[in-house]
């Protein structure tokens, strides 16, 4: 493996470890359920769920740190913001997953292998 | 897809003596792999430190010592789960492997590893938030099968 797979490796599991730990608060994903039916201004997910506007920014900011949700503001107030989900996050997810079931694969194998060579 | 890991493989040994290479001798069989280490540094040797109740750990090679998990059920020849945290885990983010060792001859078990809880919960979130264990856990197991079902279009 080259060293920059290595530190691509890396990056990926710090953005996992990001992702999973925004998504362990139960407002955090009442978010992620309401943005994946359409995208929604952050008021009408304040309203929604039943949280203050300020708590509500922070579960927002958490969620965007972490590239779950990207905001963008839309017509002529700039004060209005308008959230989605992105996929990124959950491709990486997936990705660790594919290689934590290749290690495992490698492993079991190795240790077969071990087993092999000690049998009389 | 799921939110765990399965993987089972035949072995040439009877399950009593697959269970003990596996937890003995996984120092000798393991192989260090530069994307799963444990820690930062360089890998070290791993060990079933004590049955169930003990520890699962990996001597580092200036002799410190990481505790990957604790030994959470220890049954010979059967079964064996032990948790599972890398040092880049977010706090409280927590991991565990099942090893089952089924008897298919006098010589030969299939073992098989469940690697789960990438969908854990931490647990001072479970306690903030009043929900009982079993429920929260998997409530929030199906939320996450029903999430990676709505992804797997955009994924491919």
């Not at chain 1, 927002?60 to 209005?80: F, I, N, S, Y």
């Not at chain 1, 290749?102 to 009389?120: E, I, M, N, V």
């Not at chain 2, 994307?35 to 070290?44: A, E, N, V």
């Amino acid at each position: 493996m080259t060293p920059a797979a290595v530190l691509d490796a890396a990056f990926d599991a710090a953005r996992l470890d990001d992702t999973l730990a925004a998504l362990a608060d139960p407002h955090r994903r009442r978010v992620v359920d309401l943005l994946s039916e359409r995208p929604r201004r952050s008021g009408d997910l304040a309203r929604q769920i039943g949280l203050a506007p300020p708590a509500m920014s922070r579960h927002l900011k958490t969620l965007r740190d972490c590239g779950l949700v990207e905001e963008r503001h839309d017509g002529p107030d700039a004060r209005v913001r308008i959230y989605s989900l992105r996929p990124e996050p959950m491709a990486y997810l997936k990705q660790w997953l594919d290689q934590m079931e290749a290690l495992w694969s490698d492993q079991l194998t190795a240790f077969r292998d071990h087993l092999a060579a000690r049998a009389p | 897809m799921t939110s765990r890991v399965l993987v089972s493989i035949r072995v040439p040994a009877a399950a009593m003596t697959a269970f003990t290479v596996f937890t003995q001798e996984i120092g000798l069989w393991w192989r260090p792999n530069a994307l799963f280490q444990f820690t930062p540094r360089d890998p070290g040797v791993l060990s079933f430190d004590g049955g169930e109740g003990g520890r699962f750990i990996e001597t580092l090679p200036n002799g410190k010592v990481f505790e990957i998990g604790r030994v959470r059920a220890w049954e010979p020849g059967r079964r064996l789960v032990f948790g599972w945290r890398q040092a880049t885990f977010a706090p409280g983010q927590d991991t565990e492997v099942e090893v089952v060792f089924e008897a298919l001859g006098p010589a030969e078990t299939r073992v098989t590893v469940e690697h789960r809880g990438w969908d854990s919960v931490p647990a001072e979130h479970v306690a903030r938030h009043h929900f009982p264990d079993g429920v929260f856990l998997r409530r929030h197991g199906d939320w996450w099968q029903a999430l990676m079902d709505a992804y797997r279009g955009r994924l491919a």
